[in-house]
Nanobody, 119 residues
Framework: QVQLVESGGGLVQARDSLRLSCAAS????????MGWFRQAPGKERQFVGS????????TYADSVKGRFTISRDNAKNTVYLQMNSLKPEDTAVYYC????????????WGRGTQVTVSS
């Protein structure tokens, strides 16, 4: 069982930066691929990006590529989402999720953290 807790959300202005953290419990965290998702009001949940457990290879949605960076610190059981050049359309609740088998099936989810970007 893995528990995930996101933090770092808030209200920022367009073009600002923000870093989200996702703290994980569980001794096997460093063997899980991890992902970030977001959901804006009235919209479906959207994939933001992911990071593998072994090589820390990252994948991003086109909408955030070049602006967002995912990293992980296995010693701290934490995954980060660095968000730069934020836009109002990035406003959403951001969730981190764990993919135990590295097959893009995310079995564990956090409760999310709100990010609001004003214009």
């Amino acid at each position: 069982q893995v528990q995930l807790v996101e933090s770092g959300g808030g209200l920022v202005q367009a073009r600002d930066s923000l870093r989200l953290s996702c703290a994980a419990s569980g001794r096997t965290f460093n063997t899980y691929a991890m992902g970030w998702f977001r959901q804006a009001p009235g919209k479906e949940r959207q994939f933001v990006g992911s990071i593998t457990w072994s090589t820390s290879r990252t994948t991003y949605a086109d909408s955030v590529k070049g602006r967002f960076t995912i990293s992980r610190d296995n010693a701290k059981n934490t995954v980060y989402l660095q968000m730069n050049s934020l836009k109002p359309e990035d406003t959403a609740v951001y969730y981190c999720a764990a993919d135990p088998r590295s097959n893009h099936v995310f079995d564990y989810w956090g409760r999310g953290t709100q990010v609001t970007v004003s214009s």
